[in-house]
């Protein structure tokens, strides 16, 4: 079912394109014929202009991850509450964009800051291709302002790194062992009434991963409280165990198929990859040199122009 209503997607895309181009084709022999204004006609080709890229963004998206939910985690760098006041705003960022764009958003663990902002914050972004859009937003953002947390009023910068994994669904076969985690219970803690304090509904699960290739064996611990319910907290922390097992299996083919191309561009997944600062109004990805000087809009969650043009230069390229 899911690969028909995927293959049923596309045939929607091209007929709309196709019904697009043929009204801008008949647009165009009415305005020779003063039926119809230049205007008219300049909108009848934006609208199909707006489509074709809409279905070519689309066609960026073709690996096996990119059509899946994703889980995002913010962490705040070194500097204090200003770097966690900066975690803070890309959370938000990223929760206006999955408004915006119709994606359920889900807080699964949250670290509050010392004073201010937040430590870090993982979030489940549930829906169609949201991984696809979101995988170009890994590594560190950079901020630079006029801190409100300086009293001299001096420029700082700041740092805060993004983490974006497939999440995961029943239909992937990841295989975990019973054997090699252990779970534990905490309370919640925070405000939500005398059950979150009283009862310990918050669940942390060890899991030993051992890497199929090295045999090296390490701890992943994590940690959620998003529900009052323990039985719900432990199929989310279960969850998100497999897509982060998901995700490792993914970064290995990536870095064999790196390998492989290794005349292609390289992307670190830890590099700084965007700077955004206030004073000079400016948005830059220094990957694919698009800027914007609407910071307001970039902030209240208008980041498509930086998704396009990552997916558009650095998908083309495993074309």
């Not at 498509?304 to 043009?309: E, P, S």
């Amino acid at each position: 079912m899911r690969k028909i209503k995927g293959l049923q997607s596309w045939i929607e895309g091209y007929n709309e394109v196709k019904t697009l181009a043929d009204e801008v084709e008949l647009a165009f022999d009415f305005c020779k014929d003063e039926l119809i204004t230049e205007e008219e006609l300049d909108e009848a080709y934006a609208k199909a202009i707006e489509a074709i890229e809409a279905l070519e963004l689309k066609n960026m998206l073709r690996e096996e991850a990119d059509q899946m939910s994703c889980v995002l985690k913010i962490n705040s760098g070194a500097g204090g509450t200003e770097s966690q006041d900066w975690a803070s705003m890309l959370m938000r960022m990223y929760m206006r964009w999955a408004e915006s764009n119709g994606y359920k958003l889900t807080v699964s663990n949250l670290q509050e800051g010392d004073e201010a902002g937040i430590k870090s914050v993982t979030m489940q972004v549930e829906g169609d291709y949201a991984y696809g859009y979101l995988k170009g937003e890994n590594g560190v953002h950079r901020l630079v302002r006029v801190s409100p947390y300086n009293a001299q009023g001096k420029r700082m910068t700041s740092f805060a790194s993004v983490f974006a994994t497939p999440l995961v669904d029943d239909s992937i076969e990841i295989d975990i062992n019973p054997a090699d985690y252990t779970w534990d219970t905490f309370r919640s803690g925070g405000a939500g009434g005398q059950n979150v304090n009283k009862v310990e509904t918050g669940v942390r699960i060890r899991y030993n991963y051992k890497d199929p290739d090295t045999g090296e064996t390490r701890e992943i611990l994590i940690e959620n409280t998003e529900s009052r319910s323990q039985l719900d907290n432990q199929e989310n922390a279960m969850r998100l165990l497999r897509s982060m097992l998901y995700d490792m299996e993914m970064k290995k083919r990536m870095a064999e198929q790196a390998k492989v191309e290794a005349g292609k561009k390289k992307i670190e997944w830890g590099s700084q990859i965007r700077s955004y600062v206030f004073d000079d109004r400016r948005v830059k990805d220094h990957r694919t040199n698009f800027q914007t000087s609407d910071v307001n809009g970039v902030m209240d969650g208008k980041i498509d122009g930086f998704i396009k043009a990552y997916l558009m230069e650095f998908s083309a390229q495993g074309e």
